[in-house]
């Protein structure tokens, strides 16, 4: 592991800044439909390099378009969810949608970690990003809405708001997963060598 940074403080650090920047680009609208992903896997690609474990550029490169498809699929998990049958405009009906949409979204990023990263290779990671993404997706759904429909704020400060709740919640969860890589983990025939 890179010690120059803790993972504990520097992943919520880097998912905050890049909810306030999803926040800020969703106010654009050509670069809401896919910025925020690609911020989030970028803060996320960053975090793991700096602190966890250095990674090739293209290992950064697939979490940063996992991420960006992983938005754009939690977009449209949040379309078809509201379409189920049970659901309508209420706000229980939102957060259930905003979970599907998070945990849809954070699972696909979890996935991406997992096949990228051998010290994040654990179903424990899959499990508890998912879970996260679920819950600061519902969330992101009431806090967006009450501030939305309840404050003199309104929109853009709902996104503003929103985006850095769910980004700092999931980035939060996923160095907690993290374990020792050892050589023997590395290159499994090594063993014969020492």
Same mark, same amino acid.
């Given at each position: 592991m890179n010690n120059a940074s803790s993972p504990i403080l520097l992943f919520p650090a880097s998912g905050?800044?890049?909810?306030?920047?999803?926040?800020?680009?969703?106010?654009?609208?050509?670069l809401g439909v896919v910025a925020p992903g690609i911020i989030?896997?970028?803060?996320v690609?960053?975090?793991?390099?700096?602190s966890i474990t250095p990674m090739p550029s293209r290992a950064r490169g697939v979490i940063v378009a996992t991420s @960006?498809?992983?938005?754009? !699929?939690?977009?449209?998990?949040?379309?078809?969810?509201?379409?189920?049958?049970?659901?309508d405009n209420g706000l229980a009906s939102g957060?259930?949608?905003g979970a599907i949409a998070g945990g849809t979204g954070a699972f696909? !990023?979890?996935?991406?970690? !997992?096949?990228?990263v051998?010290?994040?290779?654990?179903?424990? @990671?899959?499990?508890? !990003?998912?879970a996260a993404?679920?819950?600061?997706?519902s969330l992101f759904v009431i806090v967006g809405v009450y501030i939305s429909d309840h404050t003199t704020g309104g929109h853009p400060l709902d996104d503003i708001v929103s985006f850095p709740l769910w980004q700092t919640g999931v980035a939060l969860v996923i160095p907690w997963f993290r374990r020792r890589v050892t050589i023997q983990d590395l290159t499994p025939a090594a063993s014969e060598y020492v």
């Open positions: 905050f800044v890049a909810g306030l920047c999803s926040g800020l680009m969703v106010i654009l609208p050509p989030f896997g970028v803060a690609a960053y975090a793991v390099h700096t @960006t498809a992983a938005y754009l !699929v939690a977009i449209i998990a949040s379309l078809l969810s509201m379409r189920l049958p049970g659901f957060a259930c949608a696909m !990023v979890a996935i991406a970690l !997992v096949l990228s051998e010290a994040l290779r654990s179903f424990a @990671t899959i499990i508890a !990003v998912s993404g679920a819950i600061f997706g």
